[in-house]
């Protein structure tokens, strides 16, 4: 998939505002929400259901979870709290799908494009080793930064009533808790290393705006959609991705395109790991 900007948008600065409100949009969808509410539901049933699940599962999941709130590094939502219990965590699930507060896809993302990778190492721990191999490759063919010292306090923060890189009017995401911008705390290197046929080099070329390379946020969602049976090339598949993208550029880590390269390089490559790692110039997609 192709994020495709129109013909006046030409600078980063308007990319980056077009992204923001392209998301915006994306995620206000109510037919988006009600995708959402489904797979929400899908996954109470899994919890509910699948015996494999153990309590030692739903505990490692708090255990990030909590972990994300007090670093700031991953997303996290004030209404999602106690969720290392599996009667917790179905609990608030429910009353999130359930919910008539505008942002309570907000408060169900920032838990299911990570916890299903969980679930996953107990119903199918061979795929999910597939995508976190996909994952490791990613330094490799579509990032390109130096990360900075996050003991320097210079990461920026996401502030209350803005929304994406471009910094947006909105108040979708003010029930977020604190978050860092993933991008505040990388730099773009100048020199590229990579091959001149890598993404990273694909979208240097055609003026994609560089935040923090190829997504691992959207690859550790591909998890959810392995765990549910959902095809990412599937049309729900392609659906899911561009909600998730819309949720993960909303909260300014990355651009679309860096989104749908990690669910494209994942979808060809999970069934293929030691093909891809061979592949030098020919890993574009």
């Excluded at 999910?128 to 390109?144: A, L, P, Q």
Aim: positive net charge; hydrophobic residues 40%.
């Amino acid at each position: 998939m192709n994020f495709i900007y129109p013909p006046h948008v030409v600078s980063r600065e308007d990319k980056l505002k077009y992204e923001a409100e392209q998301a915006l949009l994306i995620l206000s969808d109510k037919s988006n929400v009600q995708i959402i509410i489904k797979v929400t539901k899908s996954i109470i049933k899994v919890l509910e259901k699948n015996k494999d699940i153990k309590s030692c599962d739903i505990s490692e999941f708090g255990a990030f979870y909590n972990s994300a709130r007090t670093s700031n590094l991953f997303p996290t939502h004030t209404k999602v709290k106690n969720v290392s219990e599996k009667k917790d965590l179905v609990k608030m699930l429910k009353k999130q799908a359930s919910s008539k507060e505008k942002d309570a896809i907000i408060a169900i993302l920032t838990v299911i494009w990570i916890l299903p990778k969980y679930l996953l190492s107990a119903v199918d721990q061979k795929r999910k080793e597939e995508i976190s191999s996909v994952y490791s490759s990613f330094d490799r063919y579509g990032r390109n930064h130096s990360t900075m010292n996050l003991e320097v306090k210079k990461q920026t923060l996401m502030a209350k009533n803005l929304f994406g890189s471009a910094q947006i009017k909105s108040q979708l995401l003010n029930n977020l808790n604190p978050l860092y911008q993933l991008s505040s705390h990388y730099v773009e290197n100048n020199v590229n290393a990579l091959s001149t046929r890598s993404i990273y080099t694909r979208n240097k070329m055609e003026g994609v705006p560089y935040l923090a390379g190829t997504s691992g946020m959207a690859n550790g969602f591909c998890n959810t959609l392995s765990l549910l049976n959902i095809g990412i090339s599937s049309s729900e598949g392609q659906k899911l991705e561009n909600i998730m993208s819309a949720f993960i550029v909303g909260i300014g880590f990355h651009s679309f395109q860096e989104c749908y390269d990690a669910f494209d390089m994942t979808d060809k490559y999970t069934d293929m790991i030691e093909v891809m790692m061979d592949m030098g110039d020919h890993v574009v997609i």
